[in-house]
Nanobody, 125 residues
């Protein structure tokens, strides 16, 4: 069973940057498609970014495109989310997840079968 552990969250001022990490174990990392989601208080969990195995094809939510970058290090079994130009509306708990192959859109949380515990990101004004 795939296990995921996020780290790197914290408090940052608007306009600042953070880099989240997610270490993955229990599976063949290089074969996994992986995603980042976030959930703000009172809101549904929403897609942020995804990266495929192999060629590392990426997808981003429109709200983070041009500011966030997802990448992966197969040697370290780690997926990253570099977040730049942070805004107050980026405040949320951020989760990484492994995608269930063949299940459809990367944007739907229902298509991911393993999740980390989350890391809090708070952006102040």
């Amino acid at each position: 069973q795939v296990q995921l552990v996020e780290s790197g969250g914290g408090l940052v001022q608007a306009g600042g940057s953070l880099r989240l990490s997610c270490v993955v174990s229990g599976g063949t990392f290089s074969f996994l498609d992986l995603g980042w989601f976030r959930q703000a208080p009172g809101k549904e969990r929403e897609f942020v970014a995804a990266i495929t195995a192999g060629h590392g094809y990426t997808e981003y939510a429109n709200s983070v495109k041009g500011r966030f970058t997802i990448d992966r290090d197969n040697a370290r079994n780690t997926v990253y989310l570099q977040m730049n130009s942070l805004k107050q509306e980026d405040t949320a708990v951020y989760y990484c997840a492994s995608y269930r192959l063949g299940s459809g859109s990367y944007y739907s949380p229902q298509n991911y079968n393993s999740w980390g515990q989350g890391t809090q990101v708070t952006v102040s004004s």
